[in-house]
């Protein structure tokens, strides 16, 4: 563990809000994801970067937005047009795209008020 | 296309028993497959990657490209094994991110 954080670990968010998930990594990788965690359905990729000030949409993309200003972080905003926004948020890192080991950061649980 | 296909969203097992979870997948060229597992309260981690060969807390998965298959088998199952499973795919181009499959849940039961 550790080398991968988020923060907070539980998020509650009220009708109309936006609200941003951190995620940093120490690991000097240059590849960053967003997932989303609901029973049933897996892992869904919202967003990935494959290197700074660069992120492309994943399969699940609308309702979030995402930048990478730094290596080491890449903040998900989860915006009011996201309806259903209540679940489970997984950030990973990995040293490029392809077939890297991703490194799962320990989650946020978003709740919506 | 890529895609990854876990047929068993719950598989639940006796202690001592045999377990395979079934992973199939979908992709033209030659992929590289991998197991991901997720336990209690714990963060999601590698379990195993075929191009790794290794047997990893007893379990292996061999890469079958005639079946498309990378199932993951452990000859007897343990309490501890209970965990969300996941597998995954990366397609030979190297430039995109890991195609996963929706999950199966182990459960071993004493």
């Known amino acids: 563990d550790g080398g991968i954080t988020q923060s907070p670990k539980y998020l509650f968010r009220k009708e109309g809000q936006n609200v941003t998930l951190s995620c940093e990594q120490n690991l000097n990788h240059d590849a960053m994801y967003w997932y989303r965690q609901d029973p049933g359905q897996g892992l869904r990729l919202i967003y990935y970067s494959q290197i700074v000030n660069d992120f492309q949409k994943g399969d699940i993309a609308e309702g979030y937005s995402v930048s990478r200003e730094k290596k080491e972080s890449f903040p998900l905003t989860v915006t009011s047009a996201q309806k259903n926004p209540t679940a489970f948020y997984l950030c990973a890192s990995s040293v490029g795209l392809g077939p890297r080991t991703q490194y799962f950061g320990p989650g946020t649980r978003l709740l919506v008020l | 296309a890529q895609r990854v296909t876990q047929p068993e969203k719950l598989l639940s097992v006796f202690k001592g028993a045999p377990v395979e979870l079934k992973c199939n997948y979908s992709y033209s060229g030659s992929p590289e497959l991998f197991w991901y597992v997720q336990y209690s309260r714990q963060r999601l981690q590698l379990l195993l990657r075929?191009?790794s060969r290794e047997s990893i807390k007893g379990f292996t998965a061999d890469l079958n490209k005639g079946e498309t298959s990378f199932h993951l088998k452990k000859p007897f199952a343990q309490e501890e094994d209970s965990a969300m499973y996941y597998c995954?795919?990366?397609?030979?181009?190297?430039?995109?991110?890991?195609?996963f499959g929706k999950g199966t849940r182990l459960s071993v039961i004493a």
């Open positions: 995954a795919l990366s397609g030979n181009s190297g430039n995109t991110p890991l195609v």
């Open positions: 075929h191009i």
